[in-house]
């Protein structure tokens, strides 16, 4: 079942704007950090995976159905931690469809870590056809647009989303949500930082998001290519050097702690104000 690029009009919906930075703090589970807040407000669920789409050796997109409940309400940019072990080891996964479809969610794993939570979603795909039930608690995170009322909390008048590796998978949520759903105007930017070109696997959806929306933008940058690759080449920072924003940018950002280390200090030192930062680091 293909979830996404729901023929919905652009246009509708409020143009919702930026909310603060993650400064969560609170109880940890492999680099999970809630508050209690976050806790509290999550609930406890079971899914059905429903398909798997494998898009090379390294990636694939999980597909899941909700048994139980059969609705959850979240807000794109939030995470959910999956049950991944009998002794109740969690790990935490984006979700990367829109809140828009609130039925079912959709998880994109990388599979190179390999460890008990890679490992789990690997034996889940090995018999899709299978009913394979999932528990898990969420949704969870404040990487949002907005907060839990809806609101944003700085004006943000352009949005820059910088993803590496799978941290791309909130930023589609987002994009899917801010242009289809809620038909926000507002130049978007999307930087997508990965090895080759082969590891591009959304490259044809994101294309076809510029191809819909006049003002989202799309680059890729690749630190290996090879000679035929004739876009941007190199790391998601020399791109935010590179580039103009005009004032009131929203920065979101998402991949590994070095990058996001990195990236957040050459915004600062370009003269970002930090509540104009935001980051979702996974590793
Ligand atoms: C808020 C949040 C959202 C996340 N969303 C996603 C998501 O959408 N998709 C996804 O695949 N993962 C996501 N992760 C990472 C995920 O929670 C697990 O850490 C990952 O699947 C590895 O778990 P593991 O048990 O297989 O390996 P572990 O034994 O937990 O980790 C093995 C090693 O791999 C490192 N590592 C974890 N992820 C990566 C990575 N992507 N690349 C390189 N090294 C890594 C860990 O830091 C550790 O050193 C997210 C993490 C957080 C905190």
Redesign the pocket.
């Known amino acids: 079942m293909q979830l996404w690029l729901l023929p919905s009009p652009p246009g509708a919906g409020e143009n919702d704007k930026a909310c603060r930075g993650d400064d969560r703090i609170g109880r940890e589970n492999?680099?999970?950090r809630m508050t209690i807040k976050e806790i509290m407000k999550a609930i406890r669920f079971s899914a059905r995976l429903e398909d798997v789409l494998v898009y090379n050796d390294r990636f694939a997109k999980y597909e899941f159905e909700l048994t139980e409940p059969h609705r959850l309400e979240f807000l794109a940019g939030q995470?959910l931690t999956i049950q991944?072990s009998d002794k109740g080891?969690m790990?935490?996964?984006?979700i990367?469809s829109p809140p828009a479809i609130d039925h079912g969610f959709e998880?994109?794993?990388?599979h190179?870590?390999?460890?008990?939570?890679?490992?789990f979603f690997k034996r889940l795909g090995l018999n899709p056809a299978q009913p394979q039930i999932i528990k898990g608690l969420g949704p969870m995170?404040r990487?949002t647009l907005v907060n839990r009322l809806g609101q944003a909390e700085v004006d943000e008048q352009a949005l820059v989303l910088v993803a590496t590796?799978?941290g791309v998978?909130?930023m589609m949520s987002v994009l899917l949500d801010q242009l289809q759903t809620k038909g926000d105007q507002r130049p978007i930017t999307l930087y997508w930082g990965m090895r080759k070109a082969e590891d591009l696997f959304w490259l044809e959806d994101f294309n076809l998001l510029v191809d819909t929306y006049a003002n989202f933008h799309f680059y890729p940058i690749l630190s290996q290519p090879t000679p035929e690759w004739t876009l941007s080449r190199g790391h998601v920072d020399d791109l935010l050097v590179a580039h103009d924003f005009i004032p009131q940018t929203g920065f979101y950002l998402c991949g590994?702690r070095s990058m996001i280390v990195e990236n957040k200090q050459l915004l600062t030192d370009r003269g970002i104000l930090p509540q104009f930062i935001h980051h979702?680091?996974?590793?």
């Open positions: 492999k680099g999970m995470y991944v080891e790990r935490a996964y984006s990367c998880l994109l794993i990388d190179q870590p390999n460890g008990v939570g890679v490992n995170g990487f590796g799978c998978a909130p590994g979702e680091h996974f590793f």
